[in-house]
């Protein structure tokens, strides 16, 4: 096995995700099971008619707490390597905010690494997103909406 | 000592600044540094609860001495991910 | 929601197994998350040199069960379209033999479905591999090698 | 009756054969049509506990009664995927 370093892409990025680059990275001859998981932008939130988001990320740290993420599953599960992607800027609805990729001699492992990963993601790493909906804006997170009536935290799926 | 304050998403555009630098006494904490925010705009006090608080872009808890130079950042609750 | 049978999408296929073509069938603008597994030849199997895989199906039956477990995972899970495509014939190490993507509204509904659906068809779909290793070939999932020496049943990840 | 029999992978290689119509007396149950091919080829018992059994293109149990015409699958553990 190669080290660490090696076996670990992060990437942040304005451009469209690419899967392709992830599950090209963790393929490996060793490799029996790959899992993914791309995270998309829905037309509705919690009632509302989203338009589009927009995603701002603390530069640096948010690359480190990544990096920290597909280093503790290395560690955690028999897998062989992890990519992971997020996007900045304006996403569309329907297009890619996050993608992950990890790849493992079986499956089991892959896929509760790749859950694991997205569940950390959007627990530690410094990425926030607004929701540019029918009406307003809401940065989801947190408890400031521009519509004014709009003071609850958010509540994302934790599961 | 001088100390690097940078401000991210609701915080960001409560404050109308990404960052600015801000002289604090020898000895501050980040909590130091916090209420000194929350005397000059008290409606941050609202935020308190779901803050988080980075130094050298690592978390840190409120009683984290600061050093001359440092970055401190505040971390309004992240939500990267699309919706799922 | 549409119908069951436009929410699904089987294949068979000799083709190398094409992942945009399952993650583009699954996409939906009330998607938030998507998983995707993959299923790909190791170059080792219980200790031996793997040249590579050959794959048989039941025709007909193969299809007929591929599509039970979609239509099972759609009442079991809040998801909202699932493709899946197994590869025939041979495939060569570090190729995908199996590919299987899902969309749903939330997460952990789509990493639950994609794993019982590889499970699944594991379990119950008549698909046969014949492994070529350095010194034989073996029927995975059979009592019988061509080697003579290998007479236990291969024991699959269930997990 | 007529009944179509269907081997695959390890099964079919031991016969040396993919497929056979059979002549079976009325009543016949996928278990008759078994027992009948033991017969034939001894070396088969071994295979007993983990064959399956299909017909029509659906898993059936040994005691499932044949119609004319029926399609009986023999189904020697599946093993689709990867190894994985």
């Known amino acids: 096995m190669t080290d660490t370093q090696q076996r670990i892409f992060c990437k942040l990025t304005s451009a469209p995700i690419d899967l392709r680059e ?24 919690d009632g509302r008619q989203v338009i589009r988001l927009e995603y701002e990320c603390y530069p640096g740290m948010a690359e480190k707490e990544m990096v920290k993420i597909a280093a503790e599953v290395l560690t955690r599960w028999p897998i062989i390597k992890v ?24 499956r089991h492992a892959a896929f509760e690494a790749c859950h694991y990963a997205i569940n950390q993601l959007k627990e530690t790493v ?11 804006e809401l940065w989801i997170g947190s408890q400031t909406g521009t519509s004014g009536s709009l003071h609850k935290v958010q509540e994302e799926d934790r599961a | ?34 209420e000194l925010l929350k005397r000059e705009r008290p409606e941050l006090a609202v935020l308190e609860r779901s803050l988080a608080f ?29 919706h799922d």
Request: proline residues 5%; hydrophobic residues 40%.
């Open chain 1, 22 to 45: 992830l599950t090209d990275f963790v393929a490996d001859p060793g490799a029996g099971a790959m899992t993914t998981f791309i995270g998309t932008t829905r037309n509705t939130n």
């Open chain 1, 83 to 106: 990519a992971m992607s997020h996007r900045l800027g304006q996403v569309d609805i329907g297009e890619a905010s996050v993608a992950i990729a990890v790849s493992a001699g079986h």
């Open chain 1, 126 to 136: 410094p990425i926030w997103k607004k929701e540019l909906y029918e009406g307003g």
């Open chain 2, 1 to 34: 000592m001088r100390i690097r304050l940078r401000f991210f998403a609701s915080l960001r555009e409560r404050l109308g600044r990404t960052e600015e630098v801000r002289e604090v006494p020898t000895g501050a904490t980040v909590a130091t540094v916090w």
């Open chain 2, 54 to 82: 980075a130094v050298a872009q690592e978390y840190v808890d409120k009683t984290h001495p600061l050093q001359d130079n440092d970055e401190l950042a505040f971390i309004p609750p992240v939500s990267g991910g699309g």
